[in-house]
């Protein structure tokens, strides 16, 4: 053979095994170019308590730069208000109707664990974290994950540090937080963080809001606005046979009974938030002296809403906005199409497993109900939910007594309806807003006879979104 026949099939044997190695190398790049996610869950924020939706009083300076350099929903909503069903259904992407955990006890079967969002990126090559509050159940899976500091329960905001002094909870959080970025600097594996805060939930049962020290004089000489429901002449709105002996009730009169006690409390409340805010400003901190922030997408929620008064109530668990929205921001600091967009269409708790393996480049279970809001972000005018089904099925108690709660919010049109132990037959009580004219929910529409039909075609069409909300 000559000397450039062999020449030539040299060459060509070397470009063959570099063609048959380059899409191994190719996945290599891929599986390292996949982004870092960092998501941040606060507990009873209400939509409006963030500077960036208007708030005046509140301060979180921190959160609106997510807001304004990201993607705010205006319309954020939760599929229950009730801690621990909320979270299990962000962590399935689940509603309660299918995933059937209705309150503190039922923990994850087996199955369900594994097709949480955290454990699919973890059997999908990315390195989990999981830090602060758990909340369901009771069975914590610490194995599960590659970083665990979280706690079953409610926890306390009163802790000690690894020097033994005292040290308010979301302090410490912030701290494990950067402890877990900084491990992983120079790690070739991306990484997904779920940092679930206490604040501003409150402290113990019926419970008294708890801010850090430091803050304690944030609004010392304010006076702070106070919801337009929670006026005097809201009281009896609902009906007393909703009332009485009503958690929500009970701890109105223990937090907001009283002017002087809202003012108070609303402060202690804002102060909780304003300690979220500093922690998530030092883990963005955090991210960028290493290097990390590039490469990070940072999700804000909360898992319910409150009540800071309305109608006589504090708390949450029923169909009210300021129960059931929440804020909800999606930080792409390399999208241009996540970059300062404000979007009206409705996102909901069950959002956020689809959206965060959307990002990851892993598909969503079947059994995943909700919607991959990047599909929504990267073109607003897509064909999206116009409604969504509401439901809280508390097992009620003459002791703890929560009337049950089924409903649909339909654009601009909201039907309630209010029962006994899981009971429908038995109504307690209803409600019909029309929410265009009537966004502060003071006009019940429910027994107008002008608007039967109005009420007739929303139990319909929440008939049905009950029947697909099991499936």
């Known amino acids: 053979m000559k000397k450039t026949q062999k020449l030539f099939l040299l060459i060509l044997a070397i470009a063959f095994i570099s063609c048959s190695r380059s899409p191994k190398k190719e996945q290599s790049l891929e599986v390292k170019k996949r982004p870092n996610i960092i998501f941040l869950l606060s507990d009873d924020q209400r939509a409006d308590a963030i500077g960036f939706a208007e708030n005046e009083d509140v301060q979180t300076p921190n959160i609106d730069r997510l807001a304004k350099e990201g ?84 926890g306390s905001f009163k802790q000690i540090n690894e020097k033994g002094d005292s040290i308010h909870l979301t302090k410490k959080i912030e701290g494990q937080a950067i402890t877990f970025l900084n491990s992983q600097i120079g790690s070739n594996k991306p990484f997904c963080l779920s940092v679930s805060f206490k604040a501003p939930h409150v402290e113990g049962d019926p419970g008294y809001f708890l801010p850090d020290e430091s803050y304690t004089n944030l609004f010392k000489d304010a006076k702070l606005a106070v919801p337009e429901t929670s006026k005097q002449e809201f009281f009896n709105h609902f009906p007393d046979n909703f009332t009485k002996n009503n958690v929500a009730r009970n701890r109105w009169e223990d937090r907001f009974k009283t002017a002087e006690m809202q003012q108070e409390n609303i402060k202690k409340y804002y102060e909780l938030i304003y300690g979220i805010d500093t922690a998530i400003g030092n883990i963005l901190k955090s991210l960028k002296e290493n290097g990390q922030d590039k490469n990070t997408i940072i999700i804000f929620s909360s898992d319910n809403g409150f009540y800071l008064g309305e109608y006589g109530f504090a708390g ?156």
């Not at 973890?122 to 974290?129: A, F």
């Not at 899976?141 to 970083?147: I, S, T």
């Open 316 to 471: 949450k668990w029923y169909g009210s906005d300021p129960s059931i929205r929440v804020p909800l921001i999606i930080y792409h600091p390399e999208n241009q199409n996540f970059r300062s967009k404000i979007i009206s269409k409705m996102a909901l708790n069950i959002d956020i497993a689809p959206t965060i393996l959307g990002f990851a480049g892993i598909e969503a279970p079947k059994d995943m109900q909700g919607k991959d809001l990047r599909e929504l972000i990267e073109n607003p005018n897509i064909s999206w939910r116009k409604e969504f089904f509401y439901e809280h099925l508390w097992q009620s108690s003459p002791a703890y007594y929560i009337p049950s709660t089924e409903g649909i919010v339909d654009g601009n049109t909201k039907y309630m309806l209010y029962f006994k132990n899981r009971d429908t037959a038995s109504v307690v009580f209803e409600e019909l807003y029309k929410l265009n004219e009537d966004p502060n929910e003071t006009n019940n529409l429910a027994n107008n006879n002008k608007f039967i039909d109005l009420k007739r075609k929303l139990k319909r069409k929440m008939a049905k979104l009950k029947i697909n909300a099991s499936k």
């Open 71 to 154: 993607t705010y929903f205006k319309n954020a909503y939760v599929t229950t208000s009730i801690c621990a069903v909320s979270r299990a259904s962000i962590l399935t992407g689940q509603y309660a109707r299918k995933h059937k955990i209705w309150g503190f006890q039922k923990n994850f079967s087996k199955e369900q664990l594994e097709n949480t969002y955290p454990l699919i990126l973890r059997q999908n090559g990315y390195t989990t974290g999981f830090i602060g509050k758990y909340g369901v159940g009771h069975a914590l899976p610490k194995e599960e994950f590659d970083y665990w500091k979280g706690f079953a329960g409610q």
